[in-house]
């Protein structure tokens, strides 16, 4: 297939659980999911490669849910276990819409999905097929962004589309300041440095490293995701 007006040949998607849950706030809203992989479904037959990272926190923050209460590690290991929930609701939902799409793990979970490997990613991706990456990094006390831009780095994903519940990277949290300013276009320096909550500095720095462009943008409209592939002004870019 061509890729006809998308700048870009394969992408890692991260998705925020919230992003999935709707007014909701927990759970899986199946409207909104069903709009989300309609889309990915036009960016598939545009020629797109799509690699796909999902939060869990519609279900489970680690170090939110369990600070104070519970061992940190086994909070997080919790936190991975959710992002799974969710990668194989998104795996049904796009297999019902005619995309092929393979469940791919952090940790061995036999019956659930396969255990990640570069080699097996890109023999997915080369034949059209969507991944749906799980379970972060692996390992406790690394967020789902980090395991995004790694994902991003082992695949040579061109960018990393970042769907938020916020439509860019602003000066300061617009919720709590009606002065805060948002960006069209920053460095990844800028963000560690004025310690914006764009992504832990660990995910920033990651994404610095390897040079991989970050286009931060709400998820509210689905269609966002075709915008930034074709390089329009859509949210923040962070380069």
């Known amino acids: 297939m061509q890729q006809q007006n998308s700048v870009y040949k394969r992408v890692l998607l991260k998705l925020s659980g919230e ?20 889309v990915i479904a036009k960016c598939v037959s545009l020629g797109v490669e799509v690699g796909i990272v999902v939060g869990g926190g519609n279900f489970w923050r680690g170090v939110k849910n369990g600070e104070g209460r519970m061992d940190r590690a086994r909070a997080d290991y919790m936190g991975m276990l959710a992002t799974i929930m969710n990668c194989l609701a998104l795996q049904d939902v796009l297999q019902q819409q005619g995309v092929e799409a393979k469940v791919l793990t952090a940790m061995e979970i036999g019956h659930v999905g396969e255990l990640f490997s570069v080699d ?27 395991g995004a831009v790694l994902r991003a780095a082992l695949i040579g994903a061109e960018a990393i589309l970042l769907a938020k519940n916020v439509d860019g990277v602003y000066s300061a949290d617009p919720r709590k300041d009606p002065d805060a300013v948002k960006f069209d276009t920053i460095t990844y320096q800028e963000v560690l440095d004025r310690n914006l909550a764009v992504m832990d500095s660990t995910a920033t720095c990651l994404a ?32």
């Not at 992003?19 to 309609?38: P, Y």
């Not at 991944?131 to 972060?136: D, F, K, N, T």
């Open 208 to 239: 610095m490293d390897n040079h991989i462009p970050v286009y931060v943008f709400a998820l509210n409209d689905p269609e966002n995701i075709l915008r930034a592939l074709r390089g329009e002004n859509v949210g923040t870019l962070v380069k």
């Open 120 to 146: 097996k990613a890109d023999e997915y991706l080369r034949a059209g097929k969507v991944i749906i990456c799980g379970g972060g990094v692996g390992s406790p006390y690394f967020t789902t962004d980090t």
């Open 19 to 38: 992003a999935l849950s709707g007014a909701a706030g927990t759970g899986l809203d199946f409207k909104i999911m069903a709009q989300v992989c309609g």
